[in-house]
């Protein structure tokens, strides 16, 4: 035998064990869950191991218990504990057809109990992001003023059941909030939808203030009293969850604050009082309370009042224009 015939050989018994076909599974999932509410999986895969982390409705993206692929079938658990510390797993079982995944939850108690019925849902593969985009060669349309300073007009509530503590007074867009067990608050989007843009407008924290503004009404950008406090993803400017500012630039509770965001190609920037703080990062996918997990659909600016005070002014919208 020849030393080419030789090394072809060797070569062609060798690629088999030398290339690992990537899972079918392995991404970032954007998922449609029970009830309609937006939810996030992503799967990653390292030496042949698993790992998952997932986003449930409201909250954050947290990491998942366990996750295994058996056959054509991925397996994902995730414990939770309620109020009086009790524990419920809950199992994730999907199969794969094409960019779409078929799922199924079921729970069980720390006794093996199942508890409650089994509900399905579906997922479809987020595709890879683009590259970083160049800020400096986005082309914007004309500016559109979000408040006008006299009422809610182009502004309604996202459940017309809730309770509105949405008003404008001098000027400002005001959240009051009152704590009762009979009261929710409701969140307020624009009537108009939007796809890329830049965003500007200045915002006023109340004592123990937790609120965001929604782009697109995927991406919250959280806004909160968190003067002093060390760097988070939960805290004042982060992407929440997902992305942790790199300085720390707000201002004392009670002063006014701006806040210069811009979303291309599922990268964001946010300048908070002319810091930037995150630098054209990518976004992985929608965040905890998200209208919809599909991060290609046109939305509105909504904002969180459901928890505490806050107050808006001067808000402006410049759009992208596509080339």
């Given amino acids: 035998m020849s030393r080419h015939l030789l090394l072809t050989a060797v070569l062609g018994l060798a690629l088999p064990s ?61 414990e939770q504990k309620n109020k009086e510390g009790k524990v419920t797993t809950e199992t994730l079982t999907a199969r794969a057809e094409g960019d779409l995944l078929n799922l199924t939850t079921s729970r069980k108690n720390a006794a093996g109990k199942e508890v409650g019925k089994a509900e399905s849902f579906s997922g479809k593969r987020i595709p890879a992001l683009p590259a970083r985009p160049d800020l400096s060669k986005v082309k914007f349309g004309a500016p559109v003023q979000l408040l006008n300073g006299r009422d809610l007009a182009g502004w309604r509530l996202m459940d017309e059941k809730a309770d509105n503590g949405w008003s404008v007074v001098d000027g400002i867009l ?43 009404g995927i991406y919250e950008v959280q806004v909160m009293e968190s003067f002093g406090k060390p760097l988070d993803s939960h805290h004042m400017g982060a992407l929440y969850s997902r992305i942790t500012p790199s300085v720390a630039a707000e201002k004392p509770v009670g002063e006014w604050q701006t806040l210069d965001i811009t979303l291309v190609d599922r990268h964001l920037t946010v300048i908070l009082n002319g810091k930037t703080i995150i630098d054209n990062q990518p976004v992985l996918g929608c965040t905890g309370g998200a209208m919809t997990s599909d991060e290609f659909k046109p939305g509105p600016i909504y904002l969180q009042g459901d928890h505490t005070n806050v107050d808006y002014r001067n808000m402006v919208l410049t759009p992208v224009v596509k080339q």
Avoid: C, M
């Fill in 18 to 78: 030398a290339i690992h076909a990537e899972s079918v599974f392995t991404g970032r999932w954007a998922l449609t869950l029970p009830g309609g509410r937006a939810g996030w999986l992503g799967v990653e895969e390292k030496d042949g191991s698993f790992t998952s982390s997932i986003l449930w409705g409201g909250g954050s993206v947290v990491p998942t218990t366990s996750t295994q692929v058996k056959g054509d079938t991925l397996i994902v658990t995730r």
């Fill in 174 to 216: 005001q959240n009051r909030v009152v704590k009762a067990k009979d009261k929710h608050f409701g969140n307020l989007r624009t009537e108009a939808e939007f796809e890329d843009f830049n965003l500007k407008t200045e915002v006023r924290t109340q004592e123990g203030s937790n609120s965001g503004i929604y782009l697109r």
